[in-house]
């Protein structure tokens, strides 16, 4: 079975800090693919990155970055110097070889304060 | 261009009302999807749609529950005898191509998002 743990609910922030989001993965698959989404109070998710099982190359994207790591099935996400417009519901999800579903952790709430 | 759109963007409705939520997805894109997303969870998925077959509904929790796509662009989610537990945002999303498990790593596969309808059932 698929599952994706967020095990941080809720986390705030100084504007400027660093902060990494935790994301732990379980499949028995080979082949998959990892995404992260944001959802900021106007509701919609907001698409961030896609990763595939065969790429743990990490990820660099302006002040965004993610570190795959199969060893322990961890996909995180660092936000570094923090920006109130980061302030959000972050979800990691999982996509299994041959299935379209997406499979959702229960998302992390980031709250920047200035 | 254009994003995945959702009409309404809130619907109240007395329990025991059918509701229909409608989806317009990016211009050409093949995959449609809706997830529910109840308070403080991650979208739950329903249901799958590929042109217009839908191709999984596993996801759907009761017969209450049907999706059509008939043109293969513009979906609707229908809910017969709303009840309670069926309050939540529904997201619809769409992707380019076939879904990654056909087409292979891309980033023109990733599902796009609406804004989701929020149903509240009273």
């Known amino acids: 079975a698929q599952k994706v743990t967020q095990a941080q609910t809720e986390i705030s922030v100084v504007e400027k800090e660093d902060v990494t989001l935790d994301c732990v993965y379980e499949t028995r698959d080979t082949t998959y693919y990892l995404f992260w989404y944001k959802q900021p109070p106007s509701g919609e998710l907001v698409f961030l990155i896609r990763r595939n099982s065969f790429d743990e190359q990490n990820e660099i994207s302006g002040r965004y970055s993610w570190n795959f790591q199969k060893s322990t099935s961890s996909f995180n996400f660092t936000i570094t110097a923090s920006q109130v417009v980061d302030s959000a519901v972050y979800f990691c999800?999982?996509?299994?070889?041959?299935?379209?579903?997406?499979?959702f952790g229960k998302g992390t709430k980031l709250t920047v304060n200035p | 261009g254009a994003g995945v759109s959702q009409s309404p963007r809130y619907k109240v409705a007395k329990r025991g009302q059918d509701v229909a939520l409608r989806c317009d997805p990016i211009s050409g894109h093949v995959s449609l999807f809706w997830y529910q997303q109840a308070l403080g969870q991650g979208p739950e998925f329903l249901t799958y749609f590929q042109n217009e077959a839908q191709l999984d509904k596993s996801g759907l929790p009761s017969d209450r529950f049907f999706a059509e796509r008939p043109e293969g662009s513009v979906s609707t989610l229908k809910i017969q005898r709303t009840q309670q537990e069926d309050s939540a945002v529904y997201l619809c999303?769409?992707?380019?191509?076939?879904?990654?498990?056909?087409?292979?790593?891309?980033?023109?596969?990733?599902?796009?998002f609406g804004p989701g309808t929020r149903l509240t059932v009273l």
């Open positions: 999800a999982l996509l299994q070889g041959g299935s379209e579903k997406l499979v």
């Open positions: 999303a769409s992707s380019v191509y076939p879904g990654l498990a056909g087409g292979g790593p891309s980033s023109t596969d990733t599902q796009y």
